[in-house]
């Protein structure tokens, strides 16, 4: 143990702390600029989590309002406090912290340069759908068909571009899969395609014409079908319905029964904003009833409704980030049963509490011309999903000819938490990534700027759901990891 340890933190030599070795011996050690710290909701206890050092603990009231006091500059005398707070890079030095980051910032390079990409392709725009928040309704839909030789084309390309690379496809729409025989047949041709690459392929789609592609896709590399359903019966009618104003739930239900049936993986996706939330615990029992929540082959994702490329008709029903989770947070203190259909991520809660560790550092959490690529049926490359199909976002073609806008593209590609002003002395940056840079331009004009998101907060909720409830840790000394659910 380090003899006569003192730790005090002086305020304006920005937040060095002291550590005493000896008379005549100090080390020049800095309150991490990575901790987020903060108290759980509806609780005494505090948490801190430094996505750097890889290290999580929930403190009681004692030894949060110790971590106070250093932050005020108070003397702090507690030995097994100090060396636990060192040890776990809570404190540390400024030096070596820097260090630690460039190590680890380099082996996030790295690491996904080697990572899975998924490529969207967009077979057309159009849709049987008139869903109210549909953000593709003011996209022109060029008056053009998919072809086979769009798609011979569009394979010849990322066979070339992304050579050695692991990668998946993902149709997308518009509605990719419309019933009628010229679709059938183009999405066959494209199936039959990613089949002599050895490509997986996902479907995003409305639902409405799913059980009518059952057979194309018995026996074929399917990864999932992603499907939204925005509540139940009542409630999902009145917002996804057909252009002649008939609902589509029935419908939708009866092609994701067979997809389960046929053991494809469903991604049921909700979009919500205050019109439907109050419906999640009811499509949550209507779920666990059908029995899919017991399929391996069934998952769910929880969408929120905002403005993305234009301004929604009604805004005022939009959630923020963090009014959507604290909303779903009391549903579920209310309804526990939603938990069997849906658990949110909170962060890196749910991450910790399911693995016992935290998530590696996250420098990058946009995708777009790194792990993302987005192509449609007339030819253009674009970043991502977001934007897709806006044709001031082209940057490039891959039929008939192939271009590629290097300035442009490097500006996707070159986009982090290091090359974003704001992020890069934001205590939160290794959890929230930069956010989205598709809506950060539509924000901001500027990819290279920050999508905020709450991290704080959402961790004040995560912390409360998947490690209170009666597991609450009483001693810094005792890791997260023992109260794993």
Request: hydrophobic share 35%; aromatic share 12%.
């Amino acid at each position: 143990m380090l003899p006569e340890l003192l730790i005090k933190v002086i305020l304006n030599q920005s937040c060095a702390v002291h550590i005493n070795l000896s008379e005549h011996n100090f080390i020049m050690l800095k309150y991490s600029r990575f901790n987020i710290f903060s108290k759980i909701r509806d609780s005494e206890n505090h948490f801190i989590v430094n996505l750097l050092s890889g290290n999580a603990d929930i403190l009681n009231k004692e030894d949060a309002d110790k971590l106070k006091a250093i932050n005020s500059g108070e003397l702090l005398t507690d030995n097994t406090f100090a060396e636990e707070l060192i040890s776990k890079g809570y404190i540390s030095e400024e030096t070596e912290e820097n260090k630690i980051y460039r190590t680890r910032y380099l082996d996030f390079l790295d690491s996904r340069s080697k990572d899975e990409i998924q490529l969207f392709f967009v077979t057309n725009y159009s849709c049987n759908f008139a869903c109210t928040y549909c953000y593709q309704d003011q996209y022109n839909n060029p008056a053009l068909e998919l072809n086979n030789e769009v798609i011979d084309s569009f394979f010849s390309y990322i066979k070339k571009e992304f050579a050695g690379r692991n990668k998946y496809i993902t149709v997308f729409g518009g509605e990719p899969l419309l019933n009628s025989p010229k679709q059938k047949s183009a999405i066959k041709y494209l199936l039959d395609k990613a089949s002599d690459e050895k490509l997986e392929i996902s479907f995003v789609t409305n639902g409405y014409s799913l059980e009518a592609y059952t057979e194309i896709f018995r026996n074929r590399s399917i990864r999932e079908i992603q499907v939204t359903l925005d509540g139940t019966e009542s409630v999902h009618d009145k917002r996804r319905f057909l252009k002649n104003g008939n609902g589509t739930f029935s419908v939708i239900i009866k092609g994701i029964d067979a997809c389960l049936q046929n053991n494809i993986t469903v991604n049921l996706r909700m979009v919500i904003d205050k019109e439907n939330i109050d419906n999640l615990p009811d499509l949550a029992s209507f779920a666990i009833e059908k029995g899919w929540t017991k399929s391996p082959y069934f998952k769910t994702q929880i969408g929120r409704n905002y403005e993305l490329h234009h301004c929604q008709s009604s805004p005022d029903k939009l959630f923020s980030r963090v009014s959507l989770f604290e909303k779903i947070f009391e549903l579920t203190k209310q309804y526990p049963h939603i938990q069997e259909f849906y658990k949110p991520a909170y962060s890196v809660a749910k991450f910790l509490s399911e693995n016992g560790n935290l998530p590696d550092a996250l420098f990058d959490s946009c995708p777009a011309c790194k792990t993302e690529w987005a192509f449609d049926y007339t030819g253009q490359i674009y970043s991502c999903t977001a934007t897709v199909g806006k044709a001031d976002e082209s940057l490039g073609s891959f039929y008939p000819l192939i271009t590629l806008n290097k300035e442009k593209t490097d500006q996707w590609e070159s986009r982090d938490v290091t090359a974003i002003p704001e992020c890069r002395e934001c205590n939160l940056q290794l959890a929230c990534g930069g956010g989205c840079g598709s809506v950060a331009k539509n924000s901001n004009g500027s990819v290279c700027s920050p999508d905020c998101r709450p991290i704080t907060e959402l961790l004040e909720l995560g912390f409360s759901e998947y490690f209170e409830n009666g597991k609450a840790q009483n001693n810094i000394n005792v890791h997260i990891s023992d109260y794993q659910n």
